[in-house]
């Protein structure tokens, strides 16, 4: 695993300088266009490189929590949940628990984000807690925790920062060059045929920017979803419980509000499922859920990361665990289902209710009980009126 | 979440294990995705993903009535026909984030259903805003 770990890292500066590679030619060509120095436009690219790099790296993890609508819930706020990631702590032998932040979105996902192991988060939407049973969410979060356990967290929310940033430098720039009607490229014609062939390459240039960077991003973000799902097998020691979840997310229509195009390789399943763009896309992030789930279901009784790779050769003829993975020793017999319903075990019904009353919580809703049905209602805190008549039973009962 | 007709403030009101948003100004009624999907998985049993689809896909209705947008993502709702005796003309967003109702027509609607005669979803699903309304109803 450490050859994997240590080759993350190095992923992660390789994406950084090209990154920064794609963000300094775009500077290039904004030079050409808006400011009369092309290296004028590459010295403040660099600037801002660094700058982003620096942001990303200190606070990468909450610009993209913020970003995805998180917020952060204690032990109080969902005991299960709680209950499920410090399980996974130890299973993957995390040397902190991660922080468990919830989106409040009726989609399904998932994601992971932190520097290292010692910083890090985990979040997932309200409709996936409530849609999940625990062996189901057991998988989730350990893949996840996989994510960080790998060190894939800390590249990806590099990328996704400084992707965020050649995307908007992009779009404002090509807004700017519309609206101003090409001003720049006729000054750039006045100075020559070389001079406009220049500027024509920066304005395609332009246009490519952000579609090159995620590319680069594509080329990095699939494997690792392939080797935390196999770390999740191997966690949980039930590859059927992420298998099964991963049916779930991949039958949902919902689309998650809070994703936009940089944030979507860091969720479980790619975020984007709009018609036209199948999560089996060619240019997905993710490798198409069906092959996942297959993969998972073809492991046999043997959790380990052996079994993974013989899985995916065998549905995919693929080879996608690195080989120090390989080597080790790590393999465990597959545990038996833990029952729905079982003592403790809430059912979909409980589920929603319990994942219902941690979001009322959170906004800060006061629950009545109507003094004479006993109907529950709930009242948002921008509920002024002094009296509230239960629709049930008619009963006229006082807010305050 | 604020109501789609008047937006004032909306009330949750939990009954039988499902919970709906409920307007006590216009009585209208709000049922988010998964509050839906439970109620069609009580309705449908395992046919519960279907039919609750089915009720966020049906043809669109041709009506003057105001369209409404959607209290979850503000994308203006679509109209549609459920039931038959008679039939309630409901809002629904085209994203399925639920369905809305609105209140007084809804009221006098189902002050003239006959509960459960068809079992279906549609029933079901009437037969539970009649059950939880029981009061505004019958006013």
Request: charged letters at 20%; glycine letters at 8%.
């Given at each position: 695993?450490?050859?994997?770990?240590?080759?993350?890292?190095?992923?992660?500066?390789?994406?950084?300088?090209?990154?920064?590679?794609?963000?300094?030619?775009?500077?290039?060509?904004?030079?050409?266009?808006?400011?009369?120095?092309?290296?004028?436009?590459?010295?403040?690219?660099?600037?801002?490189?660094?700058?982003?790099?620096?942001?990303?790296?200190?606070?990468?993890?909450?610009?993209?929590?913020?970003?995805?609508?998180?917020?952060?819930?204690?032990?109080?706020?969902?005991?299960?949940?709680?209950?499920?990631?410090?399980?996974?702590?130890?299973?993957?032998?995390?040397?902190?628990?991660?922080?468990?932040?919830?989106?409040?979105?009726?989609?399904?996902?998932?994601f992971?984000?932190?520097?290292?192991?010692?910083?890090?988060?985990?979040?997932?939407?309200?409709?996936?807690?409530?849609?999940?049973?625990?062996?189901?969410?057991?998988?989730?979060?350990?893949?996840?925790?996989?994510h960080?356990?790998?060190?894939d967290?800390?590249l990806m929310?590099?990328a996704a920062?400084?992707l965020?940033?050649?995307?908007?430098?992009?779009?404002?720039?090509?807004?700017?060059?519309?609206?101003?009607?090409?001003?720049?490229?006729?000054?750039?014609?006045?100075?020559?045929?070389?001079?406009?062939?220049?500027?024509?390459?920066?304005?395609?240039?332009?246009?490519?920017?952000?579609?090159?960077?995620q590319?680069?991003y594509f080329a990095i973000s699939r494997?690792r979803e392939?080797?935390?799902?196999?770390?999740?097998?191997?966690?949980?020691?039930?590859?059927?419980?992420?298998?099964?979840?991963?049916?779930?997310?991949?039958?949902?229509?919902?689309?998650?509000?809070?994703a936009?195009q940089a944030t979507a390789p860091m969720y479980t399943v790619n975020p984007f499922?709009?018609?036209?763009?199948?999560?089996?896309?060619?240019?997905s992030t993710h490798?198409?859920?069906?092959?996942?789930?297959?993969?998972?279901?073809?492991?046999?009784?043997?959790?380990?990361?052996?079994?993974?790779?013989?899985?995916?050769?065998?549905?995919?003829?693929?080879?996608?665990?690195?080989?120090?993975?390989?080597?080790?020793?790590?393999?465990?017999?597959?545990?038996?289902?833990?029952?729905?319903?079982?003592?403790?075990?809430?059912?979909?019904?409980?589920?929603?209710?319990?994942?219902?009353?941690?979001?009322?919580?959170?906004?800060?809703?006061?629950?009545?009980?109507?003094?004479?049905?006993?109907?529950?209602?709930?009242?948002?805190?921008?509920?002024?009126?002094?009296?509230?008549?239960?629709?049930?039973?008619?009963?006229?009962?006082?807010?305050? | 979440?604020?109501?789609?007709?008047?937006?004032?403030?909306?009330?949750?009101?939990?009954?039988?294990?499902?919970?709906?948003?409920?307007?006590?100004?216009?009585?209208?009624?709000?049922?988010?995705?998964?509050?839906?999907?439970?109620?069609?998985?009580?309705?449908?049993?395992?046919?519960?993903?279907?039919?609750?689809?089915?009720?966020?896909?049906?043809?669109?209705?041709?009506?003057?009535?105001?369209?409404?947008?959607?209290?979850?993502?503000?994308?203006?709702?679509?109209?549609?026909?459920?039931?038959?005796?008679?039939?309630?003309?409901?809002?629904?967003?085209?994203?399925?984030?639920?369905?809305?109702?609105?209140?007084?027509?809804?009221?006098?609607?189902?002050?003239?259903?006959?509960?459960?005669?068809?079992?279906?979803?549609?029933?079901?699903?009437?037969?539970?805003?009649?059950?939880?309304?029981?009061?505004?109803?019958?006013?």
């Open positions: 695993m450490w050859e994997q770990i240590s080759a993350n890292r190095t992923r992660s500066a390789v994406l950084v300088i090209m990154m920064g590679a794609v963000l300094i030619i775009l500077g290039y060509a904004v030079g050409i266009y808006f400011l009369d120095e092309p290296w004028g436009g590459v010295a403040v690219a660099a600037a801002v490189w660094i700058i982003m790099t620096l942001v990303a790296y200190f606070q990468g993890d909450s610009i993209l929590l913020a970003t995805a609508g998180a917020k952060k819930i204690e032990k109080k706020d969902h005991p299960r949940l709680f209950n499920i990631v410090e399980e996974m702590t130890i299973a993957c032998g995390l040397p902190r628990m991660p922080d468990v932040y919830i989106i409040d979105d009726p989609a399904l996902n998932a992971a984000v932190g520097r290292d192991p010692s910083k890090s988060a985990v979040a997932i939407t309200s409709g996936l807690l409530q849609k999940l049973n625990r062996d189901e969410l057991q998988g989730v979060m350990a893949h996840e925790m996989a960080v356990k790998n060190r967290v800390l929310s590099m920062v400084l965020g940033t050649i995307v908007i430098i992009s779009y404002y720039a090509s807004r700017m060059l519309f609206y101003s009607g090409g001003r720049g490229s006729r000054r750039s014609s006045d100075s020559g045929g070389g001079g406009a062939i220049i500027a024509l390459i920066g304005l395609v240039f332009m246009i490519l920017a952000p579609i090159f960077a590319l680069i494997r392939y080797l935390a799902d196999a770390s999740a097998a191997l966690f949980t020691r039930y590859p059927e419980g992420l298998a099964s979840a991963l049916e779930k997310l991949g039958a949902s229509t919902n689309q998650i509000r809070g936009n499922r709009e018609e036209g763009r199948k999560a089996a896309d060619l240019t490798p198409p859920i069906s092959e996942r789930v297959k993969i998972l279901r073809r492991m046999g009784h043997s959790a380990s990361y052996q079994a993974y790779e013989r899985a995916a050769e065998e549905t995919s003829k693929k080879h996608v665990i690195p080989a120090s993975a390989l080597t080790g020793a790590d393999s465990v017999p597959v545990r038996a289902p833990s029952a729905e319903g079982a003592v403790g075990e809430p059912d979909k019904f409980a589920r929603t209710r319990e994942t219902q009353n941690m979001l009322f919580g959170m906004a800060n809703y006061r629950q009545l009980n109507c003094a004479n049905c006993g109907t529950t209602l709930r009242l948002p805190p921008n509920f002024t009126a002094p009296a509230v008549r239960c629709p049930h039973c008619g009963t006229v009962n006082k807010t305050a | 979440m604020n109501c789609p007709k008047d937006h004032s403030p909306m009330i949750v009101v939990e009954h039988d294990r499902i919970a709906l948003d409920y307007c006590p100004e216009c009585r209208g009624v709000w049922f988010d995705r998964g509050e839906l999907e439970l109620l069609m998985e009580l309705a449908c049993g395992g046919e519960a993903d279907a039919c609750t689809a089915d009720l966020l896909t049906r043809p669109e209705a041709t009506t003057a009535e105001a369209r409404r947008r959607c209290p979850i993502c503000n994308h203006n709702m679509r109209k549609e026909h459920i039931g038959q005796q008679p039939a309630v003309l409901i809002d629904s967003c085209g994203r399925g984030d639920g369905l809305w109702f609105d209140g007084g027509e809804l009221h006098q609607v189902l002050s003239q259903f006959q509960a459960g005669v068809e079992g279906n979803q549609d029933a079901r699903l009437l037969d539970f805003l009649k059950e939880t309304l029981k009061a505004d109803i019958n006013e």
